[in-house]
T-cell receptor, first 111, second 112 residues
Framework: KNEVEQSPQNLTAQEGEFITINCSYS?????LHWLQQHPGGGIVSLFM???GKKKHGRLIATINIQEKHSSLHITASHPRDSAVYIC?????????????FGQGTRLTINP | SQTIHQWPATLVQPVGSPLSLECTVE??????LYWYRQAAGRGLQLLFY??????ISSEVPQNLSASRPQDRQFILSSKKLLLSDSGFYLC???????????FGSGTRLTVV
């Protein structure tokens, strides 16, 4: 079993729909990242969370440390949101900050 | 401002040829540096990390090596590439515990 599990693996939706991507992890962490990877491969960091909730534009990320679970929400989804979304955690108590990645969720938003 | 440069963006190399990918960071000192690989259809995997000049830790046994000749320079190398070395290679850096993580733009390597 992977330390970081994402669901769903693939998600197709219509423009305007509310999107939720889930991430569960099995280790204690100091932080959780949500990343976006576009078809060219480049990765952009969307959020870094250690507690609570963060919002940036149409994106919202939440984390529940006790339940070891995080969600990424996209409101009013748009075709340009189509990408792979990756959850990654920083296990606690380590010197180098070695991220452990989920397998990613491939999101396709159709016009 | 803090930036990370990674090159080349794409590379096609024959089996058995050498490899050198370079990553440099600007605007910070003593960063933690990382090389990740993403094989086709798979998630990102940490290959190497470095917490200082000359300090390299390897996470998985493989055909590759890494070096950090300067504080803000991280190099991924191979003497003889294998077909299985094909993939997308990402350099990244971080500074403090709990701090942000910044990724380079990546190198897509195809070994033929």
């Amino acid at each position: 079993k992977n330390e970081v599990e994402q669901s769903p693996q693939n998600l197709t939706a219509q423009e305007g729909e509310f999107i939720t991507i889930n991430c569960s992890y099995s280790v204690g962490i100091s932080a959780l990242h949500w990343l976006q990877q576009h078809p060219g491969g480049g990765i952009v960091s969307l959020f870094m969370l250690s507690s609570g909730k963060k919002k940036h534009g149409r994106l919202i990320a939440t984390i529940n440390i006790q339940e070891k679970h995080s969600s990424l929400h996209i409101t009013a989804s748009h075709p340009r949101d189509s990408a792979v979304y990756i959850c990654a955690v920083l296990p606690g108590s380590q010197g180098a900050q070695k991220l452990v990645f989920g397998q990613g969720t491939r999101l396709t938003i159709n016009p | 401002s803090q930036t990370i440069h990674q090159w080349p963006a794409t590379l096609v190399q024959p089996v058995g040829s050498p490899l050198s990918l370079e990553c440099t960071v600007e605007g910070t000192s003593n960063p933690n540096l990382y090389w990740y690989r993403q094989a086709a259809g798979r998630g990102l995997q940490l290959l190497f990390y470095s917490v200082g000049i000359g300090q390299i830790s390897s996470e998985v046994p493989q055909n590759l090596s890494a070096s950090r000749p300067q504080d803000r320079q991280f190099i991924l190398s191979s003497k003889k590439l294998l077909l299985s070395d094909s993939g997308f290679y990402l350099c990244a850096w971080s500074v403090t515990r709990g701090g942000g993580y910044t990724f380079g733009s990546g190198t897509r390597l195809t070994v033929v």
